[in-house]
């Protein structure tokens, strides 16, 4: 009798359930069951109500990640995080840089990643870690509403990885050193003859100058690398590191820092000899993407974490935090302070890499080559 009354209770239960998805469907729109189609035809995951995500959620109750934010950022996010969703407990762990980077790709591709269900994907290993990430058409949800994101913010090939923050590059200067004639005004002006020789510090990994390609085309840029490599730049790694050089007054100026690096420097920088240009067309980059792994043990709370880093609010407390957020959310610094602005904005993420590649050639530096698996 009682495995009788159980058995009608769950058939009742799950007729329940398939008569609401059935009404839901019925309401849909025929625009929102064509994507769901055609996202289910390429092998993803498609929701068709953001409630259903929630529903999900809120059965899962946790999310992990690691990305590539600031600590500060990280814990003013969650903990507004936390108050939109109370039932979610989250929690993250800031990483960055190279090292940082291969290491995680090692623990993805050996399985021992399973901890986390959001990781961080760095453009040096964008395509080696494409096949680890679980296939949501985060893309055609945010085309269609279900999750409130810009679907700029979306890789337009993969559609399963978003980059949340809008890195730009500056050209930082020492005002008592560098006179004001030769402040770069264009990129050919960093080829003048008198800033030949020590006269600049550059990055040895290209982010700037590989992200002049979409604006110049690949050939225009090689050649301008090549060029940029004549004039005897000092050559560094990382852009805090090229920052405090100019503000000792080892080296007049700095091509290519991050916004948010000088921005933050300059918190530091009591005499105020840090200045900085935006040379046109500014090298524009997508950053700290973030993808859902296909091991997630929590993938609806992380997709309501990847939507609410997309959010205004979240957005806003990226800029006071880190001096960092979105070209694609209206209002945020980023847009503000490149509206107007000619810019070089790679629009396809898995580019990147490539081009990298390419400018590190033509700088004359040997290419790494990667490891076979």
Do not use: C
């Amino acid at each position: 009798m009682k495995m009788h009354f159980f058995k009608s209770l769950g058939l009742a239960f799950f007729m329940a359930i398939w008569v609401v998805d059935e009404a839901f469907a019925a309401a849909a729109s025929p625009d929102l069951l064509k994507a769901k189609q055609e996202a289910q035809a390429k092998g993803y995951t498609f929701f068709m109500s953001h409630e259903e995500i929630v529903a999900k959620a809120k059965k899962e109750g946790k999310v992990r990640f690691v990305a590539s934010m600031d600590p500060d950022n990280i814990k003013a996010n969650t903990a507004a995080f936390r108050k939109k969703y109370p039932f979610i407990d989250i929690d993250g762990e800031e990483t960055s840089g190279p090292d940082s980077a291969q290491r995680l790709l090692l623990e993805v591709q050996s399985g021992r990643a399973k901890e986390w269900d959001i990781m961080w994907i760095s453009p040096q290993f964008y395509t080696e870690l494409t096949p680890y990430l679980w296939k949501v058409d985060l893309l055609g949800m945010a085309t269609h509403g279900v999750l409130q994101m810009p679907p700029p913010m979306i890789d337009a090939k993969y559609g399963n990885v978003a980059a949340f923050d809008t890195n730009f590059q500056v050209t930082a200067y020492n005002a008592k050193l560098l006179p004001a004639n030769l402040v770069p005004k264009t990129w050919e002006d960093l080829l003048r003859p008198e800033l030949k020789g020590k006269k600049f510090a550059i990055d040895i990994q290209p982010k700037d100058v590989a992200a002049l390609v979409p604006a110049w085309g690949l050939e225009k840029t090689l050649d301008f690398a090549r060029k940029m490599a004549a004039q005897q730049p000092v050559w560094m790694r990382g852009g805090s590191r090229a920052l405090a050089t100019v503000m000792a007054g080892e080296v007049p100026m700095a091509v290519g820092s991050n916004f948010g690096t000088v921005k933050r420097a300059q918190r530091k920088d009591h005499t105020g000899v840090l200045q900085y240009v935006l040379v046109e067309p500014v090298p524009v980059r997508s950053s700290n993407a973030q993808a859902i792994l296909s091991t997630s043990q929590h993938p609806h709370t992380a997709l309501l974490w990847l939507e609410w880093l997309a959010s205004p609010e979240s957005q806003k407390i990226a800029d006071e935090t880190d001096f960092i957020s979105s070209l694609h959310v209206r209002g945020s610094g980023a847009e503000r302070v490149l509206r107007g602005r000619k810019l070089s904005f790679a629009e396809d993420f898995h580019l990147e890499e490539q081009w990298r590649g390419k400018v590190v050639e033509a700088y004359g530096f040997p290419k790494a080559e990667k490891r076979k698996k």
